[in-house]
């Protein structure tokens, strides 16, 4: 199972409200890592997480906060979102997300986030 | 910080012609992976090399790891309609998982 799985697949919310992206994977793997993609541009790393550990916070603003429960699930919660937040956010995952040379992510489907 | 450039920004292609973009990144990279990206859809890893002036085939696809280590290439053989998408290179320094992505090179290929 070469899976990473997403929800919700779309989301529409409002600058106020308080949502969470939901991302899952079984292969074994242990680094997941968020990215937020606008359209027509390359994913823009947000969050690495290894060994359910946060490793690497790419100065994300603090409305962006992720959670990593367990070594298969890790959470994006959102808060007080700008208009300008809407985009696609991966989800990727690695097997080991420490040292060496880089590894293969798979990615996720991704949530489709549209701030109102 | 890290930049990594590709051209063309887009090809337009008709089926059965080849097709290549160039991958170059500000600083000399520790590997270099491609991932091509569907309209609609999410990057799918398709190889990743390490060695200096490394080339690698797969099908009717060729890559290419420059001998300095900054610049990268993928050529397609006479293109499908298959192979529409969006190419993406992607390098990493030091922290190996970290991974910054190349601008991209979309490509749209007609009959």
């Known amino acids: 199972d070469t899976e990473v799985t997403q929800t919700p697949k779309h989301l529409v919310m409002g600058m106020t409200n308080k949502k969470s992206l939901k991302c899952e994977q079984h292969?074994?793997?242990?680094?997941m890592y968020w990215y937020k993609q606008k359209a027509k541009k390359p994913p823009e790393l947000m969050f690495v997480?290894?060994?359910?550990?946060?490793?690497i916070n790419e100065s994300v603003p603090s409305r962006f906060s992720p959670e990593c429960p367990n070594s298969s699930l890790l959470n994006l919660h959102l808060h007080a979102l700008q208009p300008e937040d809407s985009a696609l956010y991966l989800c990727a995952s690695s097997r080991r997300g420490a040292g060496g040379i880089g590894e293969t992510q798979y990615f996720g489907p991704g949530t489709r986030l549209l701030v109102l | 910080g890290q930049q990594v450039m590709q051209i063309p920004q887009y090809q337009h292609v008709q089926e059965g012609e080849d097709f290549t973009t160039y991958c170059n990144s500000s600083t000399t990279l520790s590997n270099i992976q491609w991932y091509k990206q569907r309209p609609g859809g999410h990057p799918v890893f398709l190889i990743q090399?390490?060695?200096?002036?490394e080339v690698k085939k797969q099908k009717r696809l060729t890559f290419q790891f420059g001998e300095a280590k900054k610049n990268s290439s993928l050529h397609i053989t006479a293109t499908q309609t298959t192979d529409v998408g969006t190419y993406f290179c992607a390098g990493s320094t030091g922290t190996a998982s970290k991974l910054t992505f190349g601008t991209g090179t979309r490509l749209q290929v007609t009959l």
């Open positions: 997480y290894s060994y359910e550990k946060l490793s």
């Open positions: 292969m074994g793997h242990r680094a």
């Open positions: 090399l390490v060695k200096s002036g």
